[in-house]
């Protein structure tokens, strides 16, 4: 029983570290958006659109987690074929490798190229408009994205598959995907995707303060420790001020401000008050400690694991 559980993880995440998300390859976040396109197109219009917006958010977290417990229990007689199917699936759920490969891809192009292509770059891991940003507030929004998606893309999955597994881990990657795509507040998709969002900041409540508090540890910070008290709730988002907090703390710079997302100015508050210029080196050791916390999180689980005898 043990191997059932740490074989897929161990496996999935080095497959993960190693290769991130290979394009070529068929992806279940594809396919979790191609659903939730089909269902926001023919459902969020005309009226109702909020009660709509909740029935295809229920209906698409329970299918995933119904469908993948369902092929779960059909290979429970076949061990290996079991094992191989969760190492795929937690090598999906995780974006480690891709998120820490972008942030140094915008790295790279800021510094080699310059301003337009650091831009460019920066809009295809970001929502928010990147034309007006100058370098500093590139790096910044690397650092930002560098702190939240340590949660989305690491930190949560790993979360969700020690408390149930691979349908729980993926049915969580579906609610993340939900909000990332309708859980917005402009016109389109405030009524449609207000369920969706406020589902995304439920299910990443823990795991947000996890990542926070592994960050801090890590990087043995009492600043962050403070950050995360003193800003960590003053944030828009009852989580995404966590670990941004955590990670400017132990920076000692500012995050937050104004920017645009979709055509709307959103006011986040600031995140510290040291607005120093950030350098190419704080991006190269925000990535570094994002390895450091995604190893951290998964001794942790296989200590947890083995502890239990699960």
């Not at 190229?113 to 940003?133: M, N, Q, W, Y």
């Not at 997302?261 to 704080?282: A, F, S, W």
Request: charged share 20%; proline share 4%; hydrophobic share 45%.
């Amino acid at each position: 029983m043990v191997n059932e559980w740490l074989i897929p993880l161990l496996a999935g995440y080095l497959l993960d570290t190693l290769f991130g998300d290979p394009r070529f390859l068929p992806h279940p976040i594809r396919w979790f958006g191609s659903a939730i396109a089909y269902f926001e197109k023919r459902l969020n219009t005309s009226k109702n659109r909020r009660l709509k917006g909740v029935l295809t958010t229920v209906v698409l977290i329970i299918a995933t987690w119904a469908i993948l417990y369902g092929i779960q229990h059909l290979l429970q007689p076949y061990k290996i074929a079991r094992i191989i199917f969760d190492t795929i699936l937690v090598f999906y759920g995780l974006a480690g490798h891709s998120l820490i490969f972008e942030a140094i891809k915008v790295e790279r192009k800021l510094s080699h190229l310059g301003l337009e292509a650091g831009r460019k770059r920066l809009s295809f891991i970001v929502g928010r408009d990147t034309s007006p940003l100058n370098e500093n507030q590139i790096r910044t929004s690397v650092l930002e994205t560098l702190a939240e998606n340590l949660c989305d893309g690491v930190i949560a999955p790993l979360f969700f598959f020690f408390a149930g597994g691979v349908p729980l881990m993926l049915a969580y990657k579906m609610v993340n995907t939900l909000d990332s795509m309708i859980g917005y507040k402009s016109d389109r998709y405030k009524d449609f995707g207000w369920f969706a969002a406020k589902t995304d900041d439920i299910f990443n409540y823990l795991p947000a303060r996890i990542t926070a508090f592994l960050m801090v540890l890590i990087a043995h910070s009492s600043n962050g420790l403070r950050f995360i008290f003193k800003y960590g709730r003053k944030h828009a988002s009852p989580n995404s001020g966590y670990p941004e907090s955590a990670l400017a703390g132990i920076l000692n710079c500012r995050f937050g401000g104004p920017n645009l997302y979709h055509g709307v100015l959103v006011e986040k508050p600031y995140i510290g008050i040291n607005d120093r210029e950030i350098k190419t080196q704080d991006v190269y050791f925000a990535c570094k400690l994002n390895y450091a916390c995604s190893v951290m999180m998964v001794l942790l689980i296989v200590g947890v694991i083995c502890m239990a005898g699960l």
